[in-house]
């Protein structure tokens, strides 16, 4: 059952893309590719993209001239939200976001568990927003990154799907 109500029109959204790796490099950048390819047909706009180490400070610093930029709406990470000592982009998040959104990691966890089980509870996927950008963070793997476009953020950044989307609430976010 379709959710999309062709009767609104598409909206485009500036999405940037932030993969946080010791190790990958755009050549190898599978789950950032899987984003790109993602966002691009769905007919959103690629505003930026790249790389950094998984450093807290650089992970923040990043992301904090993204929430700067008028020309961002969104921002997607992918990698840094596992468990080990490396993965932090979940604690640079609680560094910048205004507000949590709490329901991203759920659903996220939630749509995985059908695929990988018990094992989706080492996930920290989350999200929140900073300013008037929505952030979004995804584990570095290319099918959670497939499963989170697919399952959570296509809908949410259509402002055609109904009952509700993200980007509907775009105008209100710094509403006081």
Known sequence: ????????????????????????????????????????????RLAARTIV????????TQLRTWISDDGIDAVITTGGTGLTGRDLTPEAFGVV??????????????????????STIQSRATAGVAKNTYLFALPGSPNACRDGWDGI???????????????????RLMEK
């Open 1 to 44: 059952m379709s959710r999309i109500n062709t009767k609104r029109p598409f909206l485009p959204v500036n999405i940037a893309i932030l993969t946080g790796s010791d190790t990958r490099t755009r050549n190898n950048d599978t789950s950032g590719d899987v984003l790109e390819s993602r966002i691009t047909q769905a007919g959103h």
């Open 53 to 60: 180490k998984d450093q807290t400070e650089l992970i923040t």
């Open 97 to 118: 976001c205004d507000k949590a959104i709490p329901g991203v990691g759920e659903a996220f966890r939630w749509l995985s568990y059908d695929k990988i089980g018990t």
């Open 153 to 171: 953020l296509k809908d949410q950044l259509d402002y055609r799907h109904m009952p509700c989307n993200f980007v509907e609430l775009m105008p």
